[in-house]
């Protein structure tokens, strides 16, 4: 493969690369097993409004409790899984796990009217065949109504010129399901396709606010991309809150949701129930 790039394009193999595709076929097959013996599991993390510290909607965070590796957070695995296309196989498990998840919650105590189930969707995932048919059919299975699910997908999926997968992002909006732009500011942005995107609402990427507590050029970019985002139309979530005085800055500044662990940190589904219909605290 060196020599096919040309003979002046010197490649540098260094031990530590061995290791690295060594590690990393080793989770792709282990990641494989792993689907079919249950080792994955859902971790909740809530979105709020912040004036009131509403439950506004519920994301859903894969894990992996491996047999001898302990828990592995999902940068370790999703980007594998996202290679080696086992991010089909991962997000069919996270879609029904969620949706029965939520069914099970609702049947305890129904839940508000206003909560959604936010997923994460990988890029690959839109090339699946069947995607649409399971979606759809997931949700009826189960008596829930598409509106009560958002996929948040990043921007450089959402932006992407390729017709076919433009073709099932609306059709994913056709079933009444939400789209929303994850990591928002992390991409290549280009800020002109803000208004044509097929989302409603965007998910400001938390390296936007870290430094903003007594940062007043930062407050001022912060407040300009939260006016982008409201005029082409959307809806702003900001990830990644921290502090109390992030939460009155973003106040001030307009912004209505948000997430972070000021809020709450990803919890199991076990701990997430006691929140659902209780408001955290806002600032
Ligand atoms: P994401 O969708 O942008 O999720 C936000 C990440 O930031 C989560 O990390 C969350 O635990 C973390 N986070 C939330 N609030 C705070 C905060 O206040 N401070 C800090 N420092 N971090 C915060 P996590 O759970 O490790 O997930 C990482 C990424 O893995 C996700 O980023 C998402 O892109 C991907 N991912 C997770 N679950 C899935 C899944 O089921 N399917 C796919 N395709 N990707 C997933
Ligand atoms: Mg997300
Ligand atoms: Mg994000
Ligand atoms: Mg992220």
Same mark, same amino acid.
């Given at each position: 493969e060196a020599k096919s790039r040309g003979r002046n394009n010197v490649q540098i193999f260094h031990p530590s690369m061995l290791h690295a595709t060594q590690q990393r076929s080793r989770t792709a097959a282990e990641l494989r097993n792993a689907i079919e013996n249950g080792e994955l599991l859902l971790y909740y993390q809530p979105v709020v &409004?912040?004036?009131?510290? /509403? *439950?506004i909607g519920i994301e859903a965070l894969v894990r992996w409790v491996h047999p001898t590796r302990g828990m592995i957070m999902p940068e370790s695995f999703i980007p594998v899984a996202e290679e080696t296309g086992l991010i089909v196989d991962l997000g069919r498990w996270v879609l029904q796990e969620a949706l029965q998840q939520l069914k099970s919650w609702n049947d305890v105590a129904p839940l508000p009217s206003q909560l959604k189930l936010h997923l994460n969707l990988s890029a690959? &995932? @839109? @090339? /699946? !065949?069947d995607l649409l048919e399971d979606i759809a059919r997931s949700l009826e299975r189960r008596g *829930? %109504?598409?509106?009560?699910l958002v996929f948040e997908i990043t921007e450089t999926v959402l932006m992407t010129r390729e017709t076919e997968e433009a073709q099932v992002l609306g059709k994913i909006r056709g079933l009444g399901v939400g789209l929303q732009i994850d990591d928002?500011?992390?991409? +290549?942005?280009? *800020?002109? +396709?803000l208004r044509s995107l097929p989302a409603d609402t965007v998910k400001v990427d938390q390296s936007l606010i870290e430094?903003? %507590? !007594? %940062?007043a050029g930062q407050q001022t970019f912060v407040a300009a991309v939260l006016q982008l985002i409201e005029s082409a139309g959307l809806q702003a979530i900001v990830e990644g809150i921290e502090t109390a005085e992030q939460v009155s800055q973003l106040r001030r500044l307009g912004c209505r949701f948000g997430q972070g662990y000021y809020f709450g940190r990803p919890l199991p589904a076990a701990e997430t129930v006691a929140l659902l219909n209780s408001p955290l605290p806002s600032a």
């Open positions: &409004e912040l004036a009131t510290g /509403r *439950i690959a &995932e @839109l @090339l /699946r !065949n *829930i %109504d598409p509106g009560r928002f500011g992390t991409g +290549y942005s280009s *800020i002109s +396709y430094g903003m %507590d !007594n %940062d």
